[in-house]
């Protein structure tokens, strides 16, 4: 994360994603994971993305075989589903038991299997093969070897099936949501187009129930928060924003987007849906002060709700943003899976550090 601040500066406990291991957590102990391990200045060494699926270069063709030969020099570890990406690797881990050291030339001397050896293994294995196809990434002249990994990878604990299979289901669907315009540049437009020009702050949390998919009605999950429903908005802010994005879509969201209504607070409100024929009467009254813009790629024959594009709303979102706020975060949903594939170095502020 750039070194940056919201407010009395950076702080490592607040702007980083899920590069810190979960306090008093066994990773040698047993367990599944979902990984993601990026490359260095995430540069897209192992391939590209044609029509939705991956074409592997010869990077990403040994990227591949390395991590399907985990199991080999770690008999402890199972594969479940897992994908190459342009410039990082998602793969789910299950991890039997501990105490099982491994055997492994390309893989390096005999150690214990924790998932941060497993994975460091794995980063090396790589490497090597890499630079034996003279793949290396280029590095400023200052450096004396070439990092081809960013130096740390991000994990989320799967802690029951529905959340591996939401998280297998985000795997799968890596390349098709590897461009974050998939559907294209917002359209249609309502309200003060000008808003776009000034700093934005994105707001995203998750539904308090952990998943990827939203099973709420399609009007609660589009509409305004009723101000009779009970607030969950942050109190605070780490600084006032300029202005707040977001898609609105868990109740937190809704609240917040309720409370920048109150406080006068510039929105801009991406829709996963069309633009309705009518509006509210508080957020009309927002769209013709000039403090809301409403914006879709979508036209008024999308009413319902899907997942992907709920998922789309917050990619865009972090597409814009100069910042963003973290409410709450289910440690294995679709936020978790899009913060930890953030391709944006932007501080991130979370307020419910409960679930780290």
């Not at 990082?88 to 991890?95: A, D, F, N, S, Y």
């Not at 129930?209 to 101000?227: F, K, Q, S, W």
């Not at 913060?339 to 979370?350: E, N």
């Amino acid at each position: 994360m750039r070194k940056e601040s919201m407010g009395s500066g950076y702080d490592p406990a607040i702007h980083h994603r899920r590069s810190i291991r979960l306090r008093g957590h066994d990773y040698a102990g047993g367990g599944v994971y979902f990984l993601t391990v990026c490359l260095a200045d995430r540069r897209p060494l192992f391939g590209t993305v044609v029509n939705g699926r991956m074409a592997l270069h010869d990077a990403g063709r040994a990227a591949a075989a390395c991590w399907q030969a985990i199991p080999e020099h770690f008999p402890q570890v199972t594969l479940d589903e897992w994908v190459i990406m342009p410039d990082h690797v998602h793969g789910i881990l299950r991890i039997a038991r501990r105490g099982m050291a491994c055997h492994a030339p390309a893989f390096g001397r005999p150690m214990a299997g924790s998932l941060g050896t497993i994975i460091g293994a794995y980063k090396v294995a790589v490497t090597r093969a890499v630079r034996g196809l003279g793949l290396a990434c280029q590095t400023p002249p200052a450096r004396q070897t070439p990092a081809i990994w960013q130096r740390n990878y991000y994990d989320i604990i799967v802690r029951d099936p529905r959340a591996l299979e939401n998280i297998r289901q985000y795997i799968r669907n890596n390349p098709a949501h590897w461009d974050t315009l998939r559907y294209g540049e917002p359209r249609f437009f309502a309200g003060n187009r000008e808003l776009l020009n000034l700093p934005m702050t994105a707001f995203l949390a998750s539904r308090r129930r952990t998943g990827m998919a939203c099973h709420a009605p399609p009007r609660a999950c589009h509409a305004p928060p009723r101000e009779s429903r009970p607030c969950h908005a942050p109190a605070r802010w780490p600084e006032r924003p300029a202005c707040v994005i977001g898609g609105f879509l868990s109740d937190m969201e809704r609240d917040v987007f309720n409370a920048c209504l109150s406080d006068e607070i510039p929105v801009v409100w991406i829709l996963a849906r069309g633009l309705a024929r009518t509006m509210p009467h508080r957020v009309q009254q927002a769209l013709d002060a000039g403090r809301l813009l409403a914006l879709t790629p979508f036209d008024e024959s999308i009413e319902g709700f899907s997942a992907a594009r709920a998922a789309w709303c917050n990619q865009y979102a972090l597409h814009l943003a100069h910042n963003a706020v973290i409410g709450h975060l289910a440690p294995d949903g679709m936020l978790a899976c899009l913060l930890a594939d953030l391709r944006r170095d932007i501080p991130v502020h979370y307020l419910d550090q409960g679930n780290f």
